[in-house]
């Protein structure tokens, strides 16, 4: 496939990013320029930022670069929506044959999206960003990252490794994208199942240029639970194997306490032999009455059919 005459559209998700976005914008326009000088991208090539709710002067910024450069455009969504949803909001509305998804902060490098052009012309239709090295992460991020991506695997969720948001899709792929219409997002699961010719681009993973990260552990915990219950039955299963392993346990203790009883004349009584069964019975069937519900909370909103994002502009 070849890519020369193809518009590349750069989508770019912000939340309160008026600190990154100079930079990110000065390097994105360079590159784009530098792309269509090669002759790797058609003229009409775009950029676009998509303003997650933004409580600073992210939506300013964007609205003063696109009036001076106009390639450059904006899409404003109504409300904080989160990350995922403002990703899927610009791949959804930005036109283009090559879309290329990348984060604000600049700590994917943008060097690659080259070689994801390069990957585009040998006929992937989904060519990932992997990061080879995470060195600018915490010790703390890069192991708990890392462990994350392989209990996923061990759930049976089909990620790539390493791979976050950073892709780029043609329009062939994106058009296969539209049918999946689920209300709990996780791009990083869905894009994998949509077949199609796929390839890698390994880059380093570079320290935030401004600002601070947006996503906290807390954030981190929950995307990681969205990531699993959204493409995963396993922790239900695991419900059930604990039920059984619980229930066979209670039924060798009773059979142990009859046995005393016959053989030995009954058993001295004990209060950690009282309360420890019942606490952790307790704990059992409260962490497994929560995972049901995390489920069934999902089943309702899916039933719901709410809109993901709503735009308030575009510039």
Same mark, same amino acid.
């Given at each position: 496939?070849?890519?020369?005459?193809?518009?590349?559209?750069?989508?770019?998700?912000?939340?309160?990013?008026?600190?990154?976005?100079?930079?990110?914008?000065?390097?994105?326009?360079?590159? #784009?320029?530098?792309?269509?000088?090669?002759?790797?991208?058609?003229?009409? =090539?775009?950029?676009?930022?998509?303003?997650?709710?933004?409580?600073?002067?992210?939506? =300013?910024?964007?609205?003063?670069?696109?009036?001076?450069?106009?390639?450059?455009?904006? !899409?404003?969504?109504?409300?904080?929506?989160?990350?995922?949803?403002?990703? !899927?909001?610009?791949?959804?509305?930005?036109? %283009?044959?090559?879309?290329?998804?990348?984060?604000?902060?600049?700590?994917?490098?943008?060097?690659?999206?080259?070689?994801?052009?390069? #990957?585009?012309?040998? %006929?992937?239709?989904?060519?990932?960003?992997?990061?080879?090295?995470?060195?600018?992460?915490?010790?703390?991020?890069?192991?708990?990252?890392?462990?994350?991506?392989?209990?996923?695997?061990?759930?049976?969720?089909? *990620?790539?490794?390493?791979?976050?948001?950073?892709?780029?899709?043609?329009?062939?792929?994106? %058009?296969?994208?539209?049918?999946?219409?689920?209300?709990?997002?996780?791009?990083?699961?869905?894009?994998?199942?949509? $077949?199609?010719?796929?390839? =890698?681009?390994?880059?380093?993973?570079?320290?935030?240029?401004?600002?601070?990260?947006?996503?906290?552990?807390? #954030?981190?915990?929950?995307?990681?639970?969205?990531?699993?219950?959204?493409? =995963?039955?396993?922790?239900?299963?695991?419900?059930?194997?604990? %039920?059984?392993?619980?229930?066979?346990?209670?039924?060798?203790?009773?059979?142990?306490?009859?046995?005393?009883?016959?053989?030995? $004349?009954?058993?001295?009584?004990?209060?950690?032999?009282?309360?420890?069964?019942?606490?952790?019975?307790?704990?059992?069937?409260?962490?497994? *009455?929560? !995972?049901? $519900?995390?489920?069934?909370?999902?089943?309702?909103?899916?039933?719901?059919?709410?809109?993901?994002?709503?735009?308030?502009?575009?510039?």
């Amino acid at each position: 496939m070849g890519t020369a005459a193809m518009q590349l559209a750069v989508i770019v998700p912000c939340y309160n990013e008026q600190e990154a976005l100079p930079l990110t914008i000065a390097r994105l326009t360079e590159l #784009k320029s530098r792309l269509v000088r090669d002759g790797a991208i058609g003229e009409a =090539s775009t950029i676009t930022f998509v303003d997650d709710g933004s409580t600073d002067r992210t939506w =300013s910024v964007i609205e003063s670069a696109a009036a001076a450069d106009a390639s450059i455009h904006g !899409i404003k969504l109504s409300r904080n929506s989160g990350h995922q949803n403002a990703l !899927i909001a610009g791949l959804l509305t930005v036109p %283009g044959d090559l879309l290329v998804s990348v984060d604000a902060d600049l700590q994917d490098d943008l060097e690659a999206i080259g070689a994801m052009l390069a #990957k585009c012309r040998e %006929g992937a239709e989904i060519v990932y960003g992997v990061r080879n090295d995470r060195g600018s992460d915490t010790a703390f991020k890069r192991v708990t990252a890392e462990a994350y991506y392989r209990l996923m695997r061990l759930f049976g969720v089909d *990620l790539v490794f390493n791979h976050a948001d950073y892709r780029l899709m043609t329009r062939t792929a994106i %058009g296969a994208l539209e049918q999946y219409g689920e209300v709990n997002l996780f791009l990083r699961g869905i894009v994998p199942q949509l $077949g199609f010719k796929t390839a =890698s681009v390994h880059y380093a993973r570079t320290e935030r240029v401004a600002g601070e990260s947006k996503y906290p552990l807390r #954030k981190m915990l929950a995307l990681a639970w969205e990531g699993l219950s959204s493409f =995963s039955p396993s922790p239900l299963r695991w419900i059930t194997a604990i %039920g059984l392993a619980i229930s066979l346990l209670s039924f060798l203790i009773g059979c142990w306490a009859l046995a005393a009883t016959i053989f030995f $004349g009954g058993t001295v009584p004990g209060w950690a032999s009282t309360v420890v069964p019942i606490y952790f019975l307790g704990g059992i069937q409260m962490l497994s *009455l929560g !995972i049901i $519900g995390e489920y069934i909370s999902k089943t309702y909103l899916e039933t719901k059919r709410r809109p993901r994002y709503v735009i308030e502009k575009k510039v």
